[in-house]
């Protein structure tokens, strides 16, 4: 029914930037917000950053001032661009499409590796 196809994770050196990608597809439905969560090993999953569907965004404190929330509404896809990255950045980024209509629903993407290395 609904798909999210996430891409833009990788290897980077720490200073370094990244953009991810999450487009939702499938039949007719309305997004209510979109984000981006990540965990990293033995850690719990936080959020990163959200856009709700008035535009308005959250982002984590950890992450203010280096990461961006984005969105092509057109084209259903949420970006996160993230610099400046930090080791301690390194995560499964994961995506997440709450929709309310044609009904209530949370779908999370499969998840992309970021890791931040020298």
């Known amino acids: 029914q609904v798909q999210l196809a996430e891409s833009g994770g990788g290897l980077v050196q720490p200073g370094g930037s990244l953009r991810l990608s999450c487009a939702a597809s499938?039949?007719?439905?309305?997004?209510?917000?979109m984000g981006w969560y990540r965990q990293a090993p033995g850690e719990q999953r936080e959020l990163v950053a959200v856009?709700?569907?008035?535009?308005?965004?959250t982002l984590a404190d950890s992450v203010k001032g280096r990461f961006t929330i984005s969105r092509d509404s057109a084209k259903n896809t949420v970006y996160l661009q993230m610099s400046s990255l930090e080791s301690e950045d390194t995560a499964v980024y994961l995506c997440?499409?709450?929709?309310?209509?044609?009904?209530?629903?949370?779908?999370w993407g499969q998840g992309t590796q970021v890791t931040v290395s020298s």
């Open positions: 856009i709700n569907r008035d535009g308005s965004t």
């Open positions: 997440n499409l709450e929709i309310d209509w044609p009904r209530r629903g949370v779908y």
């Open positions: 499938g039949s007719i439905f309305r997004i209510n917000a």
